[in-house]
């Protein structure tokens, strides 16, 4: 056996493992980095991994943290915006209702070819010196005190890694959190089945409706957008990818699930007939290029960063639920944190403090992120909660989060200490929303669809956040006070809307914030 020292041992060289490596390489050049794979490189362009949209944090830091922005402008799409569809109507489909954007907010998203991007991470970090083990089989792995060995075979050789940090970024194998017992419970159930086909799926074909058409700005170009059709504890994602290729996704709380009696492709094709027959006519004579079925998808993690010199990101540590498409905004928050950690470390500054208050700050971002989904699956073919859910999700997401990560913010203690009392408040505020969903959530309605278009780039406080994140020196004390201000005022307006007489006035504080976007809610 082939005995090998290194700073940093990766296991896993996904878009986790290998985005954690070229950012530590972009702070500290001098640390030596092996990653250990199973897959051979270069892998298949249009490989079968969930995660294929991002969106502004995520984006953001592979971009702009990470310097990729020239990459992804020329080898992946521009996502536009998030849509969702709500209705089963056998006709045209502007008669269904549609939630989304009339033109695109500034900060730019991306559906991503994983394929395509993990190729070139791979490329990239070889030219960088970085020593990356593919078609490896893990053996052992021994933790200590900034000391640890991991052990595999490739080719017939055995190797031994020893490492003052190993990382485990290799998924749902769950490497250190299963040896560490580390797994916790979310209390969310969710449930997916995912494929995709060798034809690229244009949703704005699927009418000919002219005024349809027009509520785009640019129009033809929602088949970019992550499109989702919508129903009582489900939905279904529709995502293009730069091959040509779409990935599509049903996603299912246990009772849609055991409803839908989907169990193979069959079933789905059967399902989606009775349910979304255009989408089943886009899917029709098309190749499959895989077909895979994920149930009880949401774990939580005990413990994410130690300071004996262990860390976990991606999958290989939590995963709370794919709507939003959060993977890649976890990905960016854990790398951060364990970027800062192992700099640290590395300049022989004690970091034990670091690593409780880096995991605190990651279960608090999980734990608001996980409220999003728990108990609201029964709601998401209701237009009119997900259309309010959407709004305040959104400044939440833009006003709290997006704000943290796009200023650095959340790898500066000093900052963090500062401002958590009004993290706090911003947390209240949430928990409150989010339980008023949830009870409208148990009905579990779906509301008959009238065509209705509820446009969200007419929302003045969304125009307003997301144009803050554009600019790179704000204060982040002030501004998020100012957004705090914004999400109280929107707090009552939408608990207004979700009554069951709720009023079609609106005032001039409310047009200030939201516009007359009441009136889509309430058509």
Known sequence: MKHINTDIIIAGAGLAGMSLALQILNRTPSLSITIIEKNTFPVHDTTAKVGESTVEIGAHYFTDVLG????????????????????????????????????????????????????????????????????????????????????????????????????????????????????????????????????????DEWSTDPAWQSRVSEPGKRWLSTNHLMGPGYWIWIIPLASGATSFGIVMDDQALAESGIESFEDTMAWLEKEHPLCVKAIQGAELLDFKVMQGYSYGCKQMFSDQGWAMTGEAGAFADPFYSPGSDFIALNNTFITHLIERDFNDQDIRFESVLFHKFYDSFFTNTLSLYKDQYGGFGDRKMMSVKLVWDYTYYWGVFALLFFTDAIGNIETMRRITPDLMKTQMLNQRMQRLLSERAKKRLVLPAKGVFMDQFLVPCLVELNDILKKPNVDVAKTLSKNIAIMEKVVPYFEDMLSDNASMDINEEERAILGDYRLSVLA
């Open 68 to 203: 990729l922005d020239a990459h992804f402008k020329e080898k992946h799409l521009r996502k536009y915006g998030l849509r969702l569809f709500f209705g089963n109507v056998d006709g045209d489909y502007s008669e269904y209702d549609e939630l989304g954007v009339s033109e695109l907010f500034g900060i730019p998203a991306y559906q991503i070819e994983r394929g395509t991007l993990e190729n070139y991470l791979h490329e990239l970090l070889t030219s960088k010196g970085v020593n990356i083990v593919d078609g490896a089989m893990l053996g052992d792995i021994s933790l200590g005190d900034k000391q640890h060995t991991i052990e595999c075979t490739q080719n017939n050789g055995a190797f031994s890694f020893t490492a003052r940090w190993l990382i485990d970024a290799a998924g749902r194998q769950a490497l250190l959190r299963n040896k560490l017992q580390l797994q916790s419970s979310t209390g969310h159930r969710g449930n997916a089945v995912f494929f995709r086909i060798d034809r690229r799926v244009i949703i």
